[in-house]
């Protein structure tokens, strides 16, 4: 259904079996391999898809999920734009008795019985391998490693585990010290933006932490401009491992990345369809997960598809 309560005719239902997905936005590479992936899963499971950008916005997402509920979808799923906020909602779409699944990311709730499931990756470890790699690239270096964050949106789930993960892995020997954090919002030009701020407050910068991708892009445009080289005078380390990144990791520009799989689409079809067919779910379902440097990055290049 469209704003005004009208069903969407772009894609009416057909099938016996209709997801509602509500999706953060288009705001990295990350997401939209993410998107293409669910369409394409749903296409090939013969799933009807009533797809939902929410631009970033929160409000827009309880609306398009409420859109959902209103059309009687056969289950809903949403990416969400930040952790708190939408019990709510879920309890409508449980009055409605359609059950809920998180993709991606995850919510703070009291209730977690208000999602019957939840696929993604495990932030944390994410954060504690960019941390593994720093200390090691630094192994035998007598001092300590100042490293500055380029953090995603804040009150969104890898923000959160990915900063716990990375300050937890540096805290056990001290050697990384993060001196100081900015916000780039997943973009490009947001990665940039924190870099050139981060630039002109702190004096020596010896590594960067991007939580993504995208972001790690922009500060190499932000170090390359003061005549840094990225890679070489700055250690660069981000999370995502879109086709992007890793280019520019084959490239030496970035230092190393970690995975973080957007193509959930056929996991996420595979829980819609059991739930179809009355079948049990698994509460927690984990995407996989691979590390890269400069060398392993030449190797999946070639037939990367995002
Ligand atoms: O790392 C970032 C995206 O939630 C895991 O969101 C996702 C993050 C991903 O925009 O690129």
């Not at 009291?110 to 941390?131: C, K, R, V």
């Not at 702190?202 to 390359?224: C, H, S, T, W, Y």
């Not at 990345?257 to 996991?267: A, D, R, T, W």
Request: net charge neutral.
């Amino acid at each position: 259904r469209d704003e005004t309560g009208r069903i969407d005719l772009h894609n009416p239902p057909s099938g016996p079996i209709v997801l509602g997905f509500s999706q953060v936005g288009a705001e990295s590479g990350w997401r939209l391999a993410n998107t293409a992936s669910i369409k394409k899963a749903a296409e090939r499971n013969r799933v009807d898809l009533l797809f939902k950008d929410a631009d970033g916005d929160q409000k827009r997402q309880l609306a398009d999920i409420r859109s959902f509920i209103d059309a009687r979808v056969t289950a809903i799923a949403f990416s969400p734009v930040v952790e708190k906020g939408y019990d709510d909602v879920l309890r409508q779409a449980r009055d409605a008795k359609i059950p809920v699944i998180l993709t991606d990311r995850l919510i703070e709730t009291a209730d977690p019985s208000l999602y019957i499931s939840s696929i993604g990756a495990e932030f944390t470890s994410e954060g504690n391998l960019a941390a593994i790699y720093l200390e090691n690239d630094y192994n035998g270096v007598d001092q300590t490693v100042n490293v500055v964050q380029i953090l995603g949106t804040s009150g969104a789930t890898p923000t959160k585990l990915r900063s716990e993960g990375f300050a937890a892995t540096a805290s056990r020997t001290g050697k990384l010290k993060i001196v100081a954090s900015e916000t780039g919002n997943w973009t490009v030009d947001g990665g940039e933006a924190a870099m050139r701020k981060l630039i002109r407050r702190v004096p020596r910068i010896d590594a960067v932490f991007a939580q993504n991708d995208d972001m790690g892009l922009g500060a190499v445009k932000a170090l390359e401009a003061v005549g840094r080289k990225p890679g070489t005078d700055v250690r660069l380390v981000t999370v995502d491992a879109t086709k992007k990144g890793l280019q520019s990791l084959a490239a030496g520009k970035l230092n190393y990345v970690v995975e973080c799989s957007p193509l959930i689409g056929e996991q996420l079809m595979g829980v819609v369809v059991a739930i179809f067919l009355g079948a049990r779910v698994e509460k927690r379902i984990s995407s996989e997960k691979n590390v890269f440097d400069s060398d392993s990055a030449k190797d999946v290049l070639g037939d990367r598809p995002y």
